[in-house]
């Protein structure tokens, strides 16, 4: 099993930034392919950044204004949001895969408990 904790979400004025980080711990192997996802009110949960052996993928949204990281050492999962904007509110959850990255949530096998992201004008 793997467990995910995330941190680091609250509000911000449009424009400004925040970090988040997500604690693996457990069998920390199986988190081959890791990832963000988020969750607005009345919408469904989606990717918003991935990251294997290195290589991140992005959403266009997000593109220039977000960056995915991992500190292995640490076990650590990352993301830097930058220029945020009220579109981005949402429940923020990190999300552990044992198998290659996909952008499908359902196939994803761990999931933390997810840390709030408010946006205001």
């Known amino acids: 099993q793997v467990q995910l904790l995330e941190s680091g979400g609250g509000s911000v004025q449009a424009g400004g930034s925040l970090s988040l980080s997500c604690a693996v711990s457990?069998?920390?192997?199986?988190?081959?392919?890791m990832g963000w996802f988020r969750q607005a009110p009345g919408k469904e949960r989606e990717g918003v950044a991935l990251?294997?052996?290195?290589?991140?993928y992005y959403i266009d949204s997000v593109k220039g204004r977000f960056t995915i990281d991992k500190d292995n050492a640490k076990n650590t999962l990352y993301l830097q949001m930058n220029s945020l904007n009220p579109d981005d509110t949402a429940m923020y959850y990190c999300?552990?895969?044992?198998?290659?990255?996909?952008?499908?949530?359902?196939?994803?096998?761990?999931w933390g408990q997810g840390t709030q992201v408010t946006v205001s004008t």
């Open positions: 457990g069998d920390t192997f199986r988190a081959y392919c």
């Open positions: 990251i294997r052996n290195g290589f991140a």
């Open positions: 999300a552990a895969r044992s198998r290659s990255c996909t952008w499908d949530r359902s196939s994803w096998d761990y």
